[in-house]
């Protein structure tokens, strides 16, 4: 089989190799799409913490089976324990013995992959490969509006208007919320312009200090961390969604106004389980205003000249498929 293999930072390779014989808990998967996310890109420029080359990236990912024809299974791409604190306690993405597929173990940038069979879960009928492969992100950004307990009503600003941000905002549209979407990126705004007229509200508030409950962000940029910060209410909840490629001018202005406002900082860490299939039950009730955010469909041999688009990220998702998909 193909696969894409990282050897070194901005160094890919096509190879031809065979899968290892699976273990107990493990099944083939034959890959019908995989999107690629910046951190995939980011892996690729400059390495990551949890990355060991040579490796095959790719972490949202949706395939087939050979036991189960015609059905179709986004992936979970965490392994965890399942006996520590954090699984019985339902934060399997917390375990500190979790491996991640496309980081500790090889993904999707190949035509079949090994997984564990738990981390698959079925996708609904209406669903395709490319819709599907955007489970995982999907399931990230519900797992961070369950973090920041988002409710009805409640006023939120998101800071980034990229897949990320506009995934985040119907997750919490969904909880009945207000969204607020910024960016700087006039041009990445007027993209996303009917689906922002139907999920979110106008931006008239979004300068005003102490105007939302909640504030993600949704960019590694510092400045919304001090700028979003000042954007709470009173007793307000800054969600740390996306990590930040900087330190913010002056810390002690954030710990003065967590102190006085009693406001909330809150960390949010990639998705459990349950998550995909709240996230794949959403994709089929939202999914046909989601189209616009599959920008780019291309082939495993096409991914190296794409990954400086990638890294700027200036787009919203280009998806992988592959000869013989179900698309």
């Known amino acids: 089989m ?3 293999l990282l050897t070194g930072r901005e160094q890919f390779e096509l190879v031809e190799r065979e899968l290892p014989v699976p273990e107990d808990h493990e099944v083939e998967v034959k ?14 420029a400059s390495g990551h913490r949890d990355l060991v080359m040579p490796r095959v990236l790719g972490h949202e990912v949706c395939g087939t089976i050979d036991e189960a024809p015609g059905r179709l299974f986004a992936l979970w791409p965490g392994r965890a324990c399942g006996t520590c604190s954090a699984c019985q306690s339902g934060r399997e993405n917390l375990c500190p013995e979790i491996t991640i597929t496309g980081f500790h173990r090889d993904g999707g940038f190949a035509e079949r992959l090994m997984v564990p069979r738990s981390s698959l879960i079925e996708v609904p009928k209406g669903i395709s490969p490319s819709m599907a492969a955007l489970a995982e992100p999907f399931a990230c950004a519900i797992h961070g509006v369950k973090q920041s307990s988002a409710r009805r009503a409640d006023r939120v600003l998101i800071s980034g208007a990229g897949t990320l941000g506009i995934l985040l905002a119907l997750a919490a549209f969904n909880r009945g919320a207000h969204v607020v979407l910024t960016d700087p990126d006039a041009h990445k705004l007027a993209r996303s312009a009917a689906f922002r007229n139907r999920y979110a509200v106008g931006a008239e508030e979004v300068d005003v200090r102490g105007s939302f409950d909640i504030v993600f962000n949704a960019t590694a940029s510092a400045d919304t961390l001090v700028s979003g910060i000042r954007r709470l209410a009173p007793g307000g909840r800054y969600c740390l969604f996306s990590g930040l490629t900087g330190v913010p001018e002056n810390p002690v202005t954030i710990f003065s106004e967590l102190h006085y406002r009693e406001l909330e900082l809150i960390g949010s860490y990639g998705c459990t389980r349950q998550e995909i299939r709240e996230a794949l039950r959403l994709l089929a009730r939202y999914g046909h205003d989601l189209d616009f955010l599959i920008e780019h469909t291309i082939t495993l041999e096409e991914v190296p000249s794409a990954m400086k688009q990638l890294l700027a990220g200036t787009g919203f998702r280009t998806i992988v498929i592959f000869e013989g998909s179900m698309h």
Do not use: F, P, Q, S
């Open 2 to 4: 193909k696969a894409l």
């Open 31 to 44: 890959v019908e799409a995989v999107a690629i996310c910046r951190t995939d890109a980011k892996m690729y």
